[in-house]
């Protein structure tokens, strides 16, 4: 049963990326957009990694789509002004649907013993502890602190200077919007 609520959730998460591209109307795709942050969500539901289902609803739905919207209306981008279909958009999107086709083939071929093969070739990446050394989340630590205070540790910690940039190019955006909607104006 719960295979085919993935097969479900996992359909509608591609549906609305692929109605999110098609669609014309910047506030229509930001709802297909949200859509299928709702159907990612529900799946990371389904793995057991609730606190990453909350944390994309709350985040990625809640406010990054809030932010998107605010500026679709602030810019008032309602109506499709250019529509670029011409010959040179046709042959980038056929080449960009061939190179994702070959990416999904060559994925599709590749086995979990050939990427056992490959990681015992890389002994420095066999280890995600080597790579993730500092933000590693222990068994212990974890029942412990629970899956959160294993989490806010390392975000608060050890990431925090990145976690606070990512901060800083979002209030970037915003400002950058605001100003070229008042350029508008």
């Known amino acids: 049963m719960t295979a085919v609520v993935f097969w479900v959730f996992a359909a509608a998460a591609v549906l609305g ?38 944390l994309q609803i709350l985040v990625y739905v809640g406010a990054i789509m809030v932010v998107f919207l605010f500026v679709i209306m602030l810019l008032n981008l309602t109506r499709a002004t250019t529509d670029l279909r011409g010959s040179g ?8 649907i061939g190179l994702l086709l070959i990416e999904l083939l060559t994925l599709w071929r590749y086995t979990p013993a050939r990427l056992a093969a ?41 990431y925090l200077v990145p976690f606070e940039i990512t901060s800083v190019l979002l ?8 100003v070229l909607a008042k350029r508008r104006l």
């Open 17 to 54: 990326a692929t109605l999110c591209v098609l669609n014309r109307n910047p506030v229509a795709s930001a709802m297909w957009l949200m859509s299928t942050m709702f159907s990612l969500a529900a799946i990371f539901f389904l793995l057991g990694a609730e606190l990453i289902g909350i």
């Open 89 to 96: 958009s046709i042959g980038a999107t056929v080449v960009i």
């Open 118 to 158: 490959d990681l015992a070739q890389a002994p420095t990446l066999s280890d995600p502890a080597t790579v993730f050394a500092a933000g590693e989340l222990s068994r212990h630590e974890t029942a412990v602190r629970g899956v959160v205070g294993g989490l806010a540790g390392p975000l608060f910690q050890v």
């Open 171 to 178: 209030l970037t955006a915003l400002v950058g919007a605001v």
